[in-house]
Structures are given as C-alpha cells and as structure tokens.
C-alpha cells in the first residue's frame, strides 16, 4: 500500500477506538472512493500517493459543492457537517496556495512558457497545473489564467 493510503487506514482505526463518528464515517468514505479507483480499470491496482491524493482532492471538493449547496437551500447542520467532513479530508491534502502566492504562480509559470494569448489557454493550463500541483482550485486557477492571458494579450 501506499503511505499516504496507510495513514488514512491507520488513522480510521484510531477514530474507531476514539469512538469519533464524524472522523470514522468521513475517513471510510475516503478509502471507499480509494478503493473504488483502483479498481476502476481494466486490472485492480495499487494506487500511488499522487493517484490517492487526487482522489481526496475530488472528495473534498464534493464536500465543499455539498456545503455550498445545503447552505444555499437554507439546510445549515448539513452543511455544517460536509464542512465539517472536508476539514478532516484537508488534514490529507497540501496546504492551499493563498491568493498572492497563486497569482505569482500563474505569472511565473506563464512568463516561462512564453504563454500571452487566449488561444494558448490550453497548454497553459496544463503548465499551470502542473506547477501548482493540488494547491489550488482548479476552477480558480482557470480564472487566474484566462485574466493573465486577456490582460497579456491587451
């Protein structure tokens, strides 16, 4: 197994013996979804750490759409509780990129690639990702291309 899947089974069963619900319910959806993607191919495999993190990012962002959905129809202790589920899967993840440090990024990588119009959008998305490696929103990093992009090109 992986490290990263290891410490996901180590700390289920710690949560267990703690007796803490939220924990043991958020952690086992996660190796479910885990183990669900190693056998969504042709052959069952082992997934590597980058492989496993990718799956908890996507875990993580369902939490963070579910909170924004329950909160918007007015539904607060289910939010609550998603919220509270994507702060356990956050303790798994990288640390976030704030707004200056992402925007940098974006710049930098950017000006490497010598990418300065729209019609580059997709391999400098591609580079982008590639440099922020999990430490952003997607959706945020494609805004923040797309702006540097239109503004390079004007």
Sequence with gaps: ????????????????????????????LALTAVGNAEVAGEVKRELTDDEVLAVLTKEA????????????????????????????????LPTQLDDAELTELVARTLAAGGFTTMKQMGPAMKAVQAAVAGRADGAKVASLVREQLRDAAV
Aim: hydrophobic share 40%; proline share 0%.
């Design 61 to 92: 962002k369902k939490r963070r759409e579910a909170a924004t959905a329950y909160a918007d129809a007015g539904r607060a202790e289910l939010a609550d509780k998603e919220t509270a589920e994507g702060e356990i899967l956050a303790r798994y």
């Design 1 to 28: 197994m992986g490290a990263l899947k290891d410490l996901l089974t180590a700390d289920l069963r710690t949560a267990m013996k703690a007796r803490d619900e939220l924990t043991t319910s958020t952690l086992r």
